[in-house]
């Protein structure tokens, strides 16, 4: 027998195997490609729809897309391998067996490690929170510094740098989205007019709207809620304003300074806790009793002359 005919068998079925071959991986790319472009238009539209600013929109888009087009890349060169085996003859029965066996065991394994993942994943496409951003995720708050897959980086107001895993946050609270509301609660005397209290603490507000430093802070006019607390000691007034988001806390400190100056010169206490102490040198005798006072400076002496107020 002649071994041409052969050799000319062997080489069309090895240039048919070797063009498939080249089919597959040809294919693999252009299939590799399409995804990333696809998935690149599909983050984009997601961040610019739900990111607060874009800059935020560009970091989001530019997460997700690389986190989605790397697991479509490794789906579709996967596949390509598996078919270039079955060309070159290798049984793939076996080794999808064991992949399956494998893929379980590590599933089972890694259980916490694919819920931190998805958790992040939906936590970026949803703009739960970004860097910068001040939130409450239950075991602590602060200032996110880095939002990752796996883990989110917290710096709370202790300097403390906490790692929280993704798959661990149930509810977030974000200080930064939308609108804060800046909530002053003021304390007056008992004897102070109320309504005049609250004009003047009104007024107050309304002033500080027209600063420039602290106008962009104003999102909504100040409102005054009424008696919020008939205390031991005070009487509680609640004025609220709606703010820009973050800056709730730094608008409500600068209230309060003005409001105390300002009650200052109308001559409105800003009470304080008072209590009137009584020592008794005899415990059945009522005369004996000493006044002290506490909480007032009040200079009791021990011999019965204490100025305390109660």
Known sequence: MSPLPLLASITENTVGALTRIGVVVLGAAIASWAFGAVIGRFARRIADKTAANKERADT???????????????VVWTLAVLLVLGELGFDLAPMIAGAGIVGVAVGFGAQSLVADFLSGLFMLMEDQYGVGDWVDVGETSGTVEHVGLRTTRIRSLDGLLWTVRNGEIVRTANAN????????????????????????????????????DLAPKFQGDPEIWGIQELGDDAVTIRMVIKSSPGDQWGLARALRLRIKQALDERGMEIPFPQRTIWLRTEPDSLDAAIPLSVGDGGNGNGNGNGNGRS
């Open 177 to 212: 989205q939308g609108w804060g509301r800046a909530i002053v609660d003021i304390g007056v005397g008992y004897d102070v007019d109320l309504d005049e209290a609250q004009t003047l603490i009104h007024a107050v507000a309304a002033e500080a709207q027209g600063d420039p």
């Open 60 to 74: 989001r888009a530019d997460t997700i897309s690389s986190v989605l087009t790397a697991i479509g890349r490794v």
